[in-house]
Every structure is written in structure tokens, then in C-alpha cells.
């Protein structure tokens, strides 16, 4: 989609993906396929493709949520268009996003940073998460893995899991485009679930 959207612009796209498709690559002048989003592999290839082709802006799509290191990389090297890492951060800090939330009244469901007394309905999900994976129903057997006796938060899961509490109906999301005047909404996903093993 947003190859397309560069050509529909004039502009000619150089991607790096984790895919390859081929509607991409019919679209692209050249496509780099890695297997993650970490810098340790994304550097190499920046560098690589900043000496071939004259790279004049940076365009992030999905997956880099869990790889904020990637996002400070290419902001330090190349101009990225749109938000840049401070906001990327902030929508990770989740106390600080339903703080926000909050704030401006728009409803969402009980979230809580510390276990829920009972596990029964609630669900557990990564602080640094897209696409909807690692979210997983809470039951007691994880609650006492992840913390300690008297419900206190371990240093290992104090700033990446919290709990929600299930809410029964479609699960669905908005995509939309916006700046700090405007919002236009694109399309309307419906979202596929399955549980998918680790």
C-alpha cells in the first residue's frame, strides 16, 4: 500500500519488508526482504541502499512498534516522514496513553498495571505489541509465573505486560490519516483472530 501510494505521488519507492510480496515488488525499484525489523539488521541495509540510490525520505509502515531502536536509527541517519520517535514512544508508555484517553473522555475497556485480584475475563497484553499478537486470556497459572507473591509486579514484567479486561463483540480498527489539523479515515478492518502457537 504504500509503494502504491509513492507512485500515485511520483515518487519512485526502494522498500524494506519483511514479506517480499510480488504486487510489492512489481511496484518497487528495488525490494530488500529481512527477517526482522531490529536495527542490527535494518543498518546494514540502509547503508547499503543509501549508496546505491539517492534516498530522499523515509516512510515507516507497521512492525516497528516493538523496535523503537530501529525508529531512533533511521531518524538519525535519513528524513523520516511523519511521526517522529518521541511520538512512537509515548503510544508504547501505555499508563501515559490511557492517561491520555482519559483525559479527553474517549471509553475503553478496565486496564489495570498490576495482576486483577480474580484472572477470570481479563486478558494480558505486551506493552510493545502490534498486530494483535502475544495477547492472551489471563488465567492464575501466568499471574503467579509473571509476579511475585502479594501481587507486587517482578522486574521482568513490570513494564511489559498489562491486563484488560475482554470485552464480547467483533473486533474491528480504523485506519486514518492525520496531522495536526486534519484527520481523514481511510477504510474500516475487520479483524481475523486465531491463536497462533509460540
Known amino acids: 500500500m504504500l509503494a502504491q501510494s509513492a507512485k500515485r505521488a511520483g515518487l519512485t519507492p526502494v522498500v524494506i519488508d519483511l514479506f517480499g510480496d510480488r504486487d510489492t515488488g512489481e511496484l518497487a525499484l528495488a525490494v530488500h526482504v529481512v527477517n526482522t525489523l531490529a536495527v542490527t539488521a535494518l543498518a546494514p541495509v540502509v547503508a547499503a541502499l543509501s549508496a546505491r540510490y539517492n534516498i530522499a525520505m523515509v516512510v515507516c509502515g507497521s512492525g516497528l512498534e516493538t523496535h523503537p531502536e530501529s ?3 533511521l531518524n538519525e541517519h535519513l528524513p523520516v516522514y511523519g511521526n517522529p520517535p518521541l511520538v512512537w514512544r509515548r503510544l508504547q508508555d501505555k499508563r501515559e496513553f490511557f492517561r491520555v484517553l482519559g483525559s479527553l473522555r474517549i471509553t475503553y475497556p478496565e486496564t489495570r498495571f498490576i495482576p486483577p485480584k480474580t484472572t477470570a475475563n481479563w486478558l494480558t497484553k505486551p506493552f510493545q ?3 494483535g499478537r502475544n495477547i492472551s486470556f489471563c488465567n492464575n497459572e501466568i499471574a503467579a509465573q509473571r509476579h511475585n507473591i502479594g501481587g507486587m ?5 513490570q513494564n511489559t505486560v498489562y ?3 475482554h470485552q464480547v463483540g467483533v473486533p474491528m480498527s480504523v485506519l486514518f490519516l492525520s496531522d495536526q489539523q486534519r484527520t481523514q479515515i481511510i477504510g474500516f478492518n475487520r ?3 486465531t491463536t497462533t502457537s509460540k
Do not use: A
Not at 509486579?153 to 514484567?157: C, I, K, Q, T, V
Open 71 to 73: 525508529l531512533l536509527f
Open 129 to 131: 505489541g502490534e498486530g
Open 153 to 157: 509486579l517482578d522486574d521482568r514484567s
Open 163 to 165: 491486563w484488560q479486561c
Open 191 to 193: 479483524q481475523w483472530t
